[in-house]
């Protein structure tokens, strides 16, 4: 809980589902920062913020290495402790947060006669095969597609992220030829925090020195499923067809990787901006872009994302340039205008890209962002879309 995702993705959902009379047990796993005398600090603090929600948090330490082991040691010990915790608490539900809590939920399940809700988030085997850590039919492999097969032959509900991969998982083994609550439920953003402020960008371009220059901005972290060179790579054939952009790097990650990029790439340093913000600082330093950047690697696995950034970047009325084949955002472009697709990674594609947004960057700014902001409330609204639908699912399996 002490990651972006959980502060992003958990936490603001527990607290505004409380505030509907739901009651939540949280149990999480922590990395290794979360026991200095800092992340101790934290825990407390946060413990306490959870705590005037009626949200009671605990939480075990994560262990990574050896990989199997490691999560083996971690699943028994998630069982052995929420078990204790469920015999002093009136739980009627458990909501497994991806595959191995879903393990986890398993053992409950089958213990205590609870219901539970699968929460699939990514496909974690075929994420791990594209991304070249496990191999086809590794032990790995199907240890996981074991486990995933009978958490979906016992769930009472199922949540995935996209509205592309639910034909798809309702096929498999587990849930072929069931009928079982479910719910498409993006990442959602709290659009009362990203949101255009004029006065931040104002603020926040005279820091960066960026005067009236045409912004782009990508905003976490890089490399990995996030295609960093192919995004640079995009800057460069942008800087020739419109000198005055500016690249804004916002990212906590190796910023010497980036300047590395950049001097490949003949892209001066006065043509980008490397800011290692923190998450409070990030819907300011969205609101003195113009547009957000985000090139994710496409591969199957990939059809079940949601990306947060999407999300955050239309709040703050940024059109996109994305790529197609992740998750679904063919359809935010194509269906609902949220910027530019990219379909191939090569120049003649990327100067196509740029002649449309350029096209519709002549747009009224005011205009565009109040469009962009349409958009992210109508698909992407923590209040209006998360929030109803996790409340509809749990009514769903509980019968209430």
Excluded at 159 to 168: D, E, M, N, S
Excluded at 235 to 254: H, I, K
Excluded at 283 to 301: E, N, V
Aim: proline share 4%; charged share 25%.
């Amino acid at each position: 809980m002490l990651d972006p995702l959980g502060q992003s993705q958990v936490i603001p959902y527990l607290k505004e589902l409380s505030k509907s009379g739901w009651r939540f047990t949280l149990l999480s796993y922590e990395r290794a920062q979360a026991y200095t005398d800092e992340g101790q600090r934290r825990c407390r603090e946060l413990a306490n913020e959870l705590k005037r929600f009626g949200i009671d948090w605990h939480y075990l330490r994560y262990h990574r290495r050896p990989s199997l082991p490691a999560t083996a040691y971690d699943v028994i010990a998630g069982i052995r402790y929420a078990s204790r915790l469920l015999t002093d608490t009136k739980v009627q539900l458990v909501h497994a947060r991806s595959y191995i809590p879903a393990v986890i939920a398993l053992g409950l399940k089958r213990r205590f006669g609870l219901k539970m809700i699968f929460d699939v988030r990514g496909l974690m085997a075929e994420e791990y095969i594209d991304v070249g850590h496990w191999r086809e039919g590794s032990m790995a492999v199907r240890i996981t597609k074991h486990f995933e097969q009978r958490a979906l032959r016992a769930a009472d509900g199922i949540v995935v992220l996209t509205q592309r991969i639910w034909p798809i998982i309702s096929e498999w083994e587990g849930l072929k030829g069931r009928t079982v609550p479910h719910e498409v439920i993006p990442c959602c953003a709290d659009l009362q925090k990203f949101k255009f402020s004029s006065e931040q960008r104002q603020g926040l371009r005279r820091k960066l020195d960026i005067d009236d220059r045409f912004v782009f901005v990508y905003s976490g972290s890089i490399d990995g499923w996030y295609l960093t060179e192919k995004m640079a790579d995009f800057f460069a054939v942008l800087l020739r067809q419109r000198p005055d952009a500016l690249l804004l790097w916002l990212t906590q990650s190796n910023e010497a990787r980036l300047r590395d990029l950049m001097r490949e790439r003949g892209i001066g340093d006065h043509d980008y901006r490397i800011v290692a913000s923190q998450p409070a600082d990030v819907p300011g330093y969205l609101s003195a872009s113009d547009a957000g950047l985000s090139f994710i690697k496409p591969c199957f696995s990939k059809l079940a994302s949601s990306p947060t950034k999407y999300a955050e970047y239309l709040g703050c009325g940024l059109p996109l340039v994305i790529n197609a084949g992740v998750g679904d955002s063919d359809a935010l472009v194509t269906e609902h205008g949220a910027g530019v697709l990219v379909h191939e990674f090569n120049e003649g594609e990327y100067a196509k890209a740029v002649d449309h947004l350029m096209t519709e960057s002549s747009e009224l700014p005011d205009h565009r962002r109040q469009r962009m902001r349409l958009i992210a409330e109508k698909l992407f609204d923590l209040q209006v879309v998360g929030l109803p639908a996790y409340a509809r699912l749990y009514e769903q399996v509980l019968g209430t």
